[in-house]
C-alpha cells in the first residue's frame, strides 16, 4: 500500500497484500481482506472486522494484526494464550471520532487470543483475535 503513517480506513472488503511493507500507521478495515494481509509488515497496525484470507502475516517483523474473526495461520505463529490487554481500551477510545463501525467496536473487544509471529522472522509481530 505504501503507507508510511497516518489513518487508512475502508469500509468495504480489500484485496490481496494489505498493509505490505507496512512501516506505521493504522489501517481499518470494515470488511474482509484477501491473501498476503499484513505480509513483511515492518510496524504499525491493521484490524480487520471480517474474513481474512490465505498467509496472514507472511514474513511479518513487528507490528499488531487486530481480528474479529478467527484466522488461519500458518505453523510459524505461536499461540500465547487469551488475554486481557489495557492498551486496546485506550486504541478504541482514539478511534470514537470516526464514523465508522470502529468507533464503537471496543466495547464488545476486550479479550482477546493472542498469536506471535511470524517466528520465520524476528517474530515481535503479533495477531490478536476477538474472543
Keep these: ?63 499488531t494484526l487486530l481480528l474479529w474473526q478467527q484466522p488461519e495461520l500458518s505453523a510459524s505463529f505461536n499461540d500465547c494464550g487469551s488475554h486481557t490487554l489495557a492498551f486496546l481500551p485506550m486504541v478504541f477510545d482514539s478511534l470514537a471520532h470516526l464514523d465508522s463501525r470502529f468507533a464503537h467496536a471496543g466495547e464488545s473487544f476486550n479479550r482477546v487470543q493472542r498469536y506471535a509471529g511470524d517466528m520465520a522472522e524476528i517474530g515481535r509481530g503479533e495477531v490478536l483475535v476477538k474472543r
Design 1 to 63: 500500500m505504501g503507507m508510511r503513517g497516518g489513518l487508512i480506513l475502508v469500509k468495504g472488503n480489500a484485496g490481496a497484500r494489505v498493509g505490505d511493507h507496512l512501516r506505521r500507521g493504522m489501517i481499518l478495515i470494515e470488511g474482509s481482506v484477501g491473501d498476503y494481509c499484513g505480509s513483511r509488515m515492518i510496524a504499525g497496525t491493521i484490524a480487520v472486522m471480517g474474513q481474512t484470507g490465505r498467509f496472514l502475516g507472511y514474513a511479518m517483523r513487528r507490528g
